[in-house]
Each structure stands twice: as structure tokens, then as C-alpha cells.
């Protein structure tokens, strides 16, 4: 059987006409392009005429119609060209149309002298008229293509050569893996490829950059674009691995590749002025290979002005700042596979199939899921576990979590191997401790030299990591996979002489039996993953021989219970005074080591540990440069002098009664929380000279009754389940920046001072659970800030109308105020309210009137909890569809009389008589049934024009039934 394309190309033309001139000279320029051209001169011996021009036609990529004066004269030019247009729908085969001493117009209308040689062959087709349709819609479908025009003024030659360059482009083009139908294991290309492609096309890409971690498929992208385009430049040169040839000092032989192969003058030595000025003449498309240095651009390139108009280079690299620093036009990161992509390709790399077999998909996907979509990954450990067994794939797999494959990590690791000391540090620290923590944490941790922000830039550069839209730093598997097999190379059979630990087992290892060193830099522990044991002794000296230890967290999974213990029955001699981060979840000892002194201490957080008090007799570190957290250290009752850098102390729920002076002279403190310290006493009126305080959090404070004297800057203040009675009115006006206020639970609290609209930065009060507060301070000034308004189960019993000075509200939720009796009708004025909460206010017994012009907002309304007698008359033409909070009981309603309510939805339930027990008079008389028709209703109407729904239901417990009718309804 022949191939499915045995020619590249099939000339159509009228012999007599082209056969001798055009046509033999295109025969032989695309012969000369290594093309395989059909003609019907090499027509093979003994072939029926018409059924080989068919299959020739089927077998080509492309084909060429020469159009001239007598081509419309033979009907078999005129059944090719039909069978050619077919070939075309339905195979997508190429047309290209060359008007050969004919214009376009001629053969679309068949007129001129194309026409009469037409009308000619009409004469004896006249009885076939099915035929002489095909071809005139042939002749017009052909004239409308793309094509090349060829007047008799126009010189051959030049018109030859820009008709072949078109020809081989095109070909270019679909015979690119990208296109073809064979991939040849290109999977998940042609997007990509497309993507790029339609960057290389605009004019202002001269030079691309093509950028992303080793083994992602950046030389394949930049290779499948090098075939499908180079047949559109007249210079064309891949230079490979470019930088593993710079190592090896072949810098001159890459430049001679370069030009030699740019002018077509492979073995020649190129390189000189000459050469500079001829290639600034031609269009060229270059490819440079893994670049890591802009010294190889600007040796092998250098003054991009020389590249003349059209000229193209991609280069290929896994730094982005030297793709910044050489001034390239646009830079593309190279994408990981997603999961069906990565799935195909391992599968055709493993099975040389496109699916796995069914017994082997599990196996499969903890494959997919150790690459991660690197398509190196996929392509080297599908090939090894080729033919193997299950039992040989589990073994594999459970040597990688061990063992990487050296394969795939000597690729990685290039990257590595071109960092600078300090940067190598920080890329290990990341791998090791940091990956998925927030950048800000771990720069205050690691920053001792106020170099970590351009670490991390030549990090993110090098696709070593890459930051979050969240802003926290990750990296792909492999790459931490690579950098934890570094640091276990530093000593593969004794964990105490590696730079960090991370394992439990290692952990435990060095801790239990001391073999701890100089070298130890880092330990994070977490005490969930040790198992087998509920509590670990450990010596008094466990930590004297790690003097060089930067960072030490011991620490749990909060969502696991379950976890070993550490103890200190000898107590602690020493911790290393190199600390720059200490956080010891149960640490188990009263104090401190009374030697540890740290010079460089950033964070100091002992949760939940036995520590009772900290302070000078201890010699507590006198510089902590950013936080200390005492959070849920019950038996913590001092805590004494103090000093530093310090932004954020906690002592939440500890049994501090009070805090040292010290703290108040805190100059840089930003959050206090003190939450449920339940015997801290009421604060001094020192606290104001914190000048920086930012944060203060006070909630389950039992034992504070005033409000505290605060330093005018506090934006947040929490005093949630206080017993704060009152509030002056000089509180307010000392605090013009604060944005959050929440005294929500405060069950003593009676009043709040007018002086409240004072609080002109206020965004968020939040009073619900005051159920003592009986009413809403007079609003006397405009607040414009306000949004957020929370009087949910307080005692209030009405709203005053000053509440129409809350200009910038959106949400005021008086949900279960059970005194509320009345709202003022001016809250309908307030035009930014967007949510106005009543549910299951027993006492009220109106709303509020709707003004001329509506109201604009949201009511959530609990008609089973509420005492509504009228409901009144609310006009047309409002805005918004309001909701119905159905939720409770259906029982004990009072009859409601309705008016009309447009773009408003309520349920109306009722035990007793429906016929008493609602009055619509104003309803329309047309009557649509919802889609469900649930046997216990009586009454269904829906008022078409205005949106609302009226249901009335016998029994009263039917909720969720006339919930899902609505929903049906809305549906329909």
C-alpha cells in the first residue's frame, strides 16, 4: 500500500499552455528544495489515466493549480481542480492558486477569454448540467483562495522563488510536530507551540526568550519552533547546549557554527567583517540553546541592531535576569504538563501505549505524581519501568523516596551548582524547612545580612523557586527532592554531621544518642511523626555540641491529638546561642538554660509549654528582634524585663496578672494579644506611649471592667466577653485611626458615649451579644467609614433616625433583638445600605415605610418569628429581589394582610384557615401554577410583571417543600 502522503506537491496546469515555460521552471525550483513533485509526465507505466491523477492527487500535502487562458478548455484540469477542492474539505489539504496571464476576476466569472474557452466545453456538457455546476463552483471556490497573481510583466524567476519559499513555509508548517499527526512523543506541544509561535509572528518580537527549571521541555519547544519556521528565513543555525560548550572553551567553535551556517557555508572559516556585513542583509532565525551568561549573547550575537528586518532568535535558558539584562522582547516561562498530558506521556514511555493498563493506574499516577508534570521525569522513569513487574515498580518507587534517580537530579542540579555560597544556603533552607511558609517569615529568619530579597529574586530567576500570588515561597518536587539529596550527601550514614535535619528518624537518631555536631545548622521536628513512642528522654547535653544551630522548631500537627513527648529529666544545660529562631511546642522545663544568650534571636515561641515565668534572674536574652509568643502557657504568671526589636508579643491564655514596665517602652510593638489572660488586671495609663500599637486584642480578659486609656494610632481593638460597664466619651476621641472595634459580648456593657461618631476611621463595630445595651448612641456627625454594623441579639428596642448619619453603611444586622419594636422609615435613605438584617425580632410590628424612591437593599425577614400586622403598600419598579430566611418553626403565626410587592419574595404559612389568614387584593387575576404542585397547597400565584411569589400552605411545617418550589419555580 503507498504511503498516506507519497508527494510533497501536485501541479495541476494545462500542458499545452504551461508545460514548456512556468511550470517545468516550478517543477524544478521545488525539486531543488528536496520536494517530491507529481507531474502527469511521470505517470507510471500501465496506470489508468484519470484513477492515477485521483490517488496522486489523495497522496500529495499540497497542491499547486496554474491557472492560464485555456486551462477551463479540459475537462480533465476541471475534474482534478474539483477533486483537489474535495481533498480540501475534507482532508485539509493545501490549495495554492497561481493566476498564470489570467486574472483572478476571469476565473471566478469565467469571463474574458477564460470565459469563451469555457463557454466552449459548455457546448458539449449541455445535457450534464450536474457536471458544468461543479466546476463553475470549482473554478469560483479556487479564484477566492489565496494565491499568487502572474501577469505577463511580472519576471518569472522572482515570482518562482517567493512561490517555492511559500511553498516550503506552509509545509513547514503542517509537517511540524505540532501538527502532524505523529507526535513522536511531543506530548502536550501544540498549544504551547501555537502560543509561541503567535509571538514570533508580531514584528516587535525580535528576540524571544523561552524560560523555566531543567527538564521542562525548553529545548524541544525551541526546537519544534526552529523546524516549523526556518523555511522561512534564508539563514537558519540551532546552536545547542551552549553553555555546557562555554565550559569547555569552545567559544570560537560556536561562533564559526554560527555564521558557517547562517550563509550556507558549512566548513568554511566565516568569521570576520565581511561575514557581519552579508548576514545583515539576509533574514535569519537563530536558536541559542541553555544560555546562562549574557557575555554568550554578546559573543555570539552581540548589537542586536544588525539583525535585519524579519529575523528571529530564541533563546533558551533557566535564568530570567540574563534574559532581563540582554533586552529580549518577550519572555515565555515554560509550563509543567497537566495531568493528562503527563499521564499520556509516561504512559507511552512505560507501555508504548496511550493508556495504562487497567492494574497498573495506581502505580501509574504515584509516578505522575513524584514527576510533577516535568516531562524529563516522565520520559526517564517511564523508560525504566518499561516491561517491568508490579512488584519491580513498587521496589522502584520506594528507592526514589530514598535514592533519586541520578539522572533526572544531574540535570537539576546544574542549576544549583551556579549559585553563589550565600545563595545556596538560603536554597537549601527552603528546601529543607520553608517550602509553602510566607516569604515575610522566613525573610525575618534568614535576613541577617539584608541580602535575602535579591537571594530570593536570583532564585525565582534561575526557576529554582517561585513565589505565590499568596506571596509564599514554593518549589517543584523535584527541585526540593534535589536539595535534600545535597544535604544528605554531606553524610549519608551519620545525620549529626549533616547541615539540616527534617526527618523524624534522623531527628530522633541525633537526639537520642547525642551525636549531634558543628555542623547542625537547622532541626524541625515534627512530634506527630514519630511513632511508636509516647515520650522521648533525652539528656541534659543533647544540644551542646549544635553551637552552630541557626533554627530550632519542635512542633505538631495541630488537627492530630496524638503525639510523643519530650522530656528533660536532667533538665536542659544549654540551647545554642547562634538561635536566630527557637519555637518549642511543650517545652517541659520551668525556665530556660540560666547560659542561653542569644545574640541573634528573631522569634521566640514556646506554646503550650511549662515555663512559669521568664525574666532577668534567667538571664532571658535581652534582643529579640521580632516576636515573642508565650500562646497557651497556663502556668506563665511573670513576665519581666524585656527589650528589643520587639513587633509582636502573645500571651494568649496565660496566667500573666500583670505586664512589666518594660513593655510599655516597646517602641516598635504592632499587636499585643492578651486574649483570655483571665487575671491580667486592668492596663496603666502607660500603654499610650506605645506609639507604634497597631493590633490590641483583649477579648476573654475576665477581670478587665474599664475601658483602657489607648495610643491614638490603635487601628484594631478587641474587647469580646469584657466585663466593661461603660465607655467615656474622651475614650472615643483619642482614637481617630481606628478601623475595628469589637465589644461583642459584653454583656455588663449598658451605653456607649455620642462621642462614638468621633471615630471617624471606624470600618467595623461589632455589639451583638450586648444584651444590656438598650439603645444605639444619637448619631451627631456623619460617619463615613462604617460598613459594618453588628447589633445582632442586643437589647435595643428602637433605632433612632440619626442612624441616617451612617452614610457609608452596607450591612446592619438586628437579627434576634428581641425588644426591637421600631426602625425608622429614613433608613431607606441611606443610599449604600446593601443588607439590612430583622430576622426573628418578635416585637416588631411594622417595617419601616418604602420612600418615593424605593429601597435599594436586601431585607432578610423571618416571618415566623415576627409579629407583622402590615406589611405596607412598597411601590413598583424597585431594583433587587430580597430574600426570605425561612429557617425555624411554622407555627403560632399571626395573619398578615399584604400589599403589593414588587421584586420581593415572601413565604406566607399559616396553620389555620389560609382564607382568613391572607388578604391580597391587589394580586393579578392571572394564575400561572408553579412546577411542583405539592397536594397541601391551596393558593399558587405568581404576579409575572414584578417577580413575586405568593404560597399559601396548610400545614406548617412544610419549609423545606416550599423552599424547593421556589427554587423550581425560579428555574423554569
Known sequence: MAPKNKYDVFICFRGEDTRCNFTSHLHKALSNNSLQVYMDERLERGDEISSALLKAIEDSKLSVIVFSENYASSRWCLDELVHILRCKERDEQIVVPIFYHVSPCDVRKQLGHFGVVFGELEKWFKNNSDRLTQWRTALTSAANLSGWDAPTTRCESELIEKIVKDILKKLNFIMSPSNSDDLNGLVGIKRRVEYLESLLLLDANKIVGIWGMGGIGKTTLASVLFNRFCGGFEGQCFLENVREEWQKHNMLKLRKKLYAELLKEKGQDVVNIFAKERLCRIKVLIVLDDLDDVEQFEYLVGDRDWLSHGSRVIITTRDKQMLKNIGVDWIYMAEQLDEDEALQLFTSNAFKRDVPPSSYMELSKAVMNYASGIPLALKVLGSHLYSKSKEEWNSALKKLKVYPNKKIQNTLRISYDGLD??????????????????????????????????????????????????????????????????????CMKEPGRRSRLWTSDDICHVLQNNTGSSKVEGIFLNLCEIRGKNMMKLKSTVFRKMYNLRLLEISRDFEQMEMCKLQLPQGLDTLPNSLRYLNWLDYPLKSLPSTFMPQHLVELNMPFSQLEKLGEELQFPRVIDYSVSMFGCSNLKVLSHISGNIKYICLHSTAVEELHPSIWSLQNLSILDLSYCKSLKNLPKIMIQLKSLDHLDLEGCLSIDSFPELPKDLRFLKLTLTKIKQVSVSSFECLPYLEELHLNNCTRLESLPTSICKLKSLVVLNLSGCTELKSFPEIFEPMECLKDLSLDGTGIIKLHSSIEKLIGLHWLFLRDCKNLEFVPNNIFNMSGLEWLSLSKCSKLESLPTVSSVGFHFKIEIDLTHNSLLKLFDWIYGLSSIPMLDSCGSMSDMRPVSIEPLSNMIFFMLDKGDTEKAVDVPSFTDCFISCRCKPSTYVIEKKLVCSQTFFVAAQDGTLRSTISWCLSSCFSS
Open 421 to 490: 555560597d550565600k545563595e545556596k544556603d538560603v536554597f537549601l533552607d527552603i528546601a529543607c524547612f520553608f517550602k509553602g511558609k510566607f516569604i515575610k517569615f522566613v525573610a525575618r529568619l534568614l535576613d541577617d545580612d539584608c541580602m535575602f530579597a535579591d537571594v530570593v529574586r536570583v532564585l525565582v530567576d534561575k526557576s529554582i523557586i517561585i513565589v505565590t500570588p499568596y506571596e509564599k515561597l514554593w518549589m517543584h518536587d523535584l527541585i526540593q527532592e534535589m536539595g535534600l539529596e545535597i544535604v544528605r550527601q554531606d
